[in-house]
């Protein structure tokens, strides 16, 4: 089996780092030439020299936009009228008490989590329909299942992913154009570095031995018992990008260890 995207187009939001780096990395390791977007243009540059150093042939594109706006959806329109694959992976969580968290920070998060994918897809998916092929991928977690109670308002977007991707699948039955979402569990990026990083400052453990500890102590349903890595995440989102895919819309694909404890999503 070879997943090969030579010839598409993947806009992958939220791709400078984390998860979305990773997911940018395998896309353009399978072929594609994969548009990379980031608020910042110093980290849109980072992550695309990390990209070429991993991917020597890698075919790139960068863009500085910010996609939880309205105003950054319409940069990347313009700079990137069409795609073949797109990964709604641009979020933002953190950990806030239910009761700290004003109005303000509920729609902050929807309109990032949400409407950002909601913008891309009503953009991009109607020429793949007219070409007959697409693939729509939405990063949502197991969060979205088991709502955490430090990060109600983070779980409940991610909860929405889930509905947006399913109704989208259903909307487009019929067209060649796949709609899904991954749901990753606790995996080893950055973040979850800068997170751990006062606890290994205090044991003296690596990063990998405190995220496992971690994951052993916060998700002790955790079937792999550890942290998984970005390429582990990755791998199924290049998959389900490919046309060997052609056969799963409208699902929700787990990649978080065994976290969520049950037969079905």
Do not use: C
């Not at 791709?15 to 979305?20: F, K, N």
């Not at 548009?35 to 042939?57: C, D, F, M, N, Y």
């Not at 989208?168 to 606790?186: E, H, Q």
């Amino acid at each position: 089996m070879k997943i090969d995207l030579e010839g598409k187009l993947a806009i992958v939001s939220g791709s400078t780092a984390g998860i979305g780096l990773g997911i940018s990395k395998a896309l353009a390791e399978s072929g594609a030439t994969v548009v990379v977007i980031g608020r910042q243009a110093s980290k849109v540059e980072e992550a695309l020299a990390s990209i070429r150093q991993s991917v020597p042939q890698a075919q790139l594109r960068g863009l500085t936009a910010d996609l939880g706006t309205a105003q950054g959806a319409q940069q990347l329109f313009a700079a990137e009228p069409r795609a073949d694959i797109l990964v709604n992976n641009l979020g933002i969580y953190e950990a806030v008490d239910f009761f700290d968290t004003p109005d303000s920070e509920w729609t902050r998060f929807y309109e990032v989590n949400v409407i950002s994918g909601v913008r891309l897809s009503r953009h991009y998916v109607p020429d793949m329909v007219k070409q007959g092929w697409g693939r729509v991928i939405f990063l949502s977690s197991e969060s979205g299942i088991a709502i955490p109670a430090d990060m109600l308002n983070y779980g409940v977007t991610k909860s929405a992913n889930l509905a947006v991707s399913h109704g989208l699948a259903k909307r487009l039955a019929g067209t060649g154009v796949t709609v899904n979402s991954i749901l990753p569990g606790p995996t080893l990026t950055d973040g979850v570095e800068q997170m751990l990083a006062s606890a290994v400052a205090q044991s003296g453990r690596s990063v990998r031995e405190e995220a496992d500890d971690f994951v052993r102590k916060a998700r002790p349903t955790s079937i792999i018992q550890r942290v998984a890595d970005v390429e582990e995440v990755a791998n199924l989102v290049a998959y389900i990008a490919s046309p060997l895919s052609s056969a799963t819309t409208g699902a929700a694909l787990r990649v978080d260890g065994g976290v969520v404890d049950s037969l079905a999503i």
